[in-house]
């Protein structure tokens, strides 16, 4: 099956840091963040299709 691999940079007190995700792992994330803080403003997510369709018209896809 086919899934997009989304790539995480960032930087915190121990240094950068670099990690993949899949589209599912954001929404769990989503879910424990959500019931972890409510109230809180956090982000919803594009539809998964909608941002395979907008990342192959932009040729973001890597071959693996």
Do not use: C
Not at 21 to 40: A, H, N
């Amino acid at each position: 099956s086919k899934y997009v691999i989304y790539t995480i940079k960032g930087e915190d007190i121990h240094g950068k840091f670099f990690i993949k995700r899949k589209y599912d792992e954001f929404q769990s994330l989503r879910k424990i963040l959500t019931q972890r803080w409510p109230g809180s403003f956090i982000p919803a997510l594009k539809n998964k299709v909608d941002m395979a369709v907008k990342m192959k018209k932009k040729n973001l896809f890597q071959k693996s």
